[in-house]
């Protein structure tokens, strides 16, 4: 999987098309990732003895297959492809050839 946690990345289907946001987690087994303001869910808390009963909004899981990296130097989707650049393996946007790590 080529997206990582923190990257910046625009959502390509589903209610959410076209809204960009920061990867909060990246979950490479199921391949899906958590996006920060995106595919917002509703969960109801049961009342406890220490906290009280609420709605809660919280960005729910989507498909890695949904989002792609949003490239601010082109400011565009954008695909990942790998460089070696000191005998090291980087990340690079294809769209303006820029070193992601």
């Known amino acids: 999987m080529k997206i990582k946690k923190n990257d910046t990345v625009i ?3 589903g209610k959410d098309k076209g809204k960009t946001g920061r ?3 990246a979950m ?3 391949g899906k ?3 920060e303001g995106v595919n917002i869910q509703t969960k109801h808390q049961k009342q406890t003895q220490r906290e009280a009963a609420e709605i809660k ?3 729910g899981a989507m498909d890695v297959s949904n989002v792609a990296y949003y490239d601010t130097k082109a ?3 954008s695909r990942i492809g790998y460089a070696v650049e000191n005998g090291k393996k980087v990340r690079v946007a ?3 050839g820029t070193v992601i790590d």
């Open 11 to 13: 959502v390509l289907a």
């Open 23 to 25: 990867v909060l987690k």
């Open 28 to 30: 490479p087994k199921e």
């Open 33 to 35: 990732v958590i996006v």
């Open 57 to 59: 909004h919280q960005e």
């Open 75 to 77: 400011k565009a989707a």
């Open 94 to 96: 294809k769209k303006s």
